[in-house]
């Protein structure tokens, strides 16, 4: 018998998930990559590979400097400002509307990212979406480790004090690091979608619940788990 009640407190991966960013990351990387003097073809497969990662500890494992990393990390988020505040990005279709219906369904939604803030806020400003949730969350509000690591997604049930058990909490993303993420954070619903960089076979192989094709489809998705 289950007796977990229902799923109120939806954690949302942004690039990839509720946001359209147009390869933008690897636009950044790219930038960053040149502006160290490194060759950017070298780091491409990691960086795609690791989607939703940390940007800092991507940097780590590619240069193997922490001051270096840094200093790449920087570059990343500054070319990503740049990209982002050109009006290059935009919600995904029925993103914008999805968070608006779980919210009317009283359920508390929440935004991650595994970018800095500074560069998480030049996104929500760019969308205007500043007000569209209570919460917004990236690495450094969740002691500096992002996804696969659960920090943000248990951040996210401090902060809010939405539910009284994990498995109240739902997952949603576009990569296996959201996946693993939600995973090991006890999440009762993980769900993968396919509007970001991995495919349906990854983000199940990765602990996807339920694998969608846009967030569009979530409000309802959860609906019928309530049930």
């Not at 500043?130 to 997604?153: E, H, I, K, Q, S």
């Not at 996210?156 to 997952?171: F, K, P, S």
């Not at 619940?209 to 609906?223: C, D």
Request: proline fraction near 3%; hydrophobic fraction near 45%; include cysteine.
């Amino acid at each position: 018998m289950n007796t977990v009640n229902n799923l109120d407190l939806v954690v949302l991966d942004m690039a990839g998930t509720t946001v359209a960013d147009g390869g933008l990351v690897e636009r950044a990387f790219t930038a960053a990559a040149e502006r160290l003097g490194e060759d950017p073809a070298t780091m491409i497969d990691y960086v795609r590979a690791t989607m939703g990662e940390s940007k800092i500890s991507v940097f780590r494992h590619l240069l193997g400097d922490e001051t270096r990393a840094r200093q790449a990390n920087t570059a990343f988020e500054d070319a990503y400002g740049e990209l982002v505040t050109g009006g290059l990005i935009a919600p995904l279709p029925g993103a914008a509307e999805a968070i608006a219906e779980l919210k009317e369904d009283g359920r508390t939604v929440v935004l991650t990212t595994g970018f800095a803030r500074v560069t998480q806020d030049a996104i929500l400003d760019a969308l205007g979406w500043r007000d569209l949730v209570g919460l917004t969350l990236c690495p450094a509000d969740a002691g500096g480790r992002g996804r696969p690591y659960p920090d943000m997604v248990l951040a996210a049930l401090l902060r809010t004090g939405a539910v009284d058990d994990v498995r109240r909490i739902v997952v949603a993303g576009d990569t296996s690091y959201d996946m693993l993420s939600g995973v090991r954070a006890g999440a009762g619903t993980v769900a993968g979608v396919l509007t970001g960089a991995h495919d349906g076979a990854a983000l199940r192989a990765h602990g996807a619940t339920h694998v969608l094709a846009s967030v569009a489809e979530l409000p309802a998705l959860i609906r019928e788990s309530d049930a």
